[in-house]
């Protein structure tokens, strides 16, 4: 059994006239049906195409349809925009997150490089000695000088 038919604006078309030409504008518009049928689900029916005339007769004027596509348009637009600006804030944390690990890094070099001169440093120095000598041959370590 089949109940619940929806329609829905699916298209439309609107044609131009070159300048100077005696003829207006023309459109139509397509509609969209659907219907809910038990133990089967939505099923989508052949679409309608209106002439002007059949279109205003079914309560769709040429200004309410192009109102109806700004609207959709604005918010489509609206929400790509609010897309756009998550992206671009996920992509500026990143940003900020790899100029951290950046400095990070350079410290981490800077600091090894520092640890390299200061043992570079002290393996270059002659050894000084006080004249203690160790010994270390038995199980009680003594410490000799000599």
């Known amino acids: 059994m089949a109940n619940g038919l929806r329609t829905y604006v699916e298209g439309l078309v609107y044609r131009g006239r070159p300048p100077g030409s005696d003829q207006p504008g023309a459109w139509h518009v397509e509609i969209?049906?659907?219907?809910?049928?038990a133990g089967v689900g939505r099923t989508l029916l052949p679409s309608l195409t209106l002439t002007p005339?059949?279109?205003?007769?079914?309560?769709?004027?040429?200004?309410?349809?192009?109102?109806?596509?700004?609207?959709?348009?604005?918010?489509?637009?609206?929400?790509?925009?609010?897309e756009a600006d998550k992206a671009r804030a996920a992509g500026e944390a990143l940003t900020r997150q790899r100029d951290a690990a950046r400095e990070g890094l350079a410290q981490a070099v800077a600091e090894r490089d520092g640890l390299r001169a200061r043992l570079a440093a002290l393996s270059a120095a002659p050894a000084v000695s006080d004249g203690t000598a160790f010994s270390a041959g038995t199980a009680d370590a003594t410490l000799s000088r000599r």
């Open 32 to 37: 969209g049906r659907s219907v809910d049928i």
């Open 53 to 82: 005339a059949q279109a205003l007769a079914a309560g769709y004027t040429l200004a309410g349809l192009i109102e109806g596509l700004n609207i959709e348009a604005v918010a489509a637009a609206d929400a790509a925009r609010a």
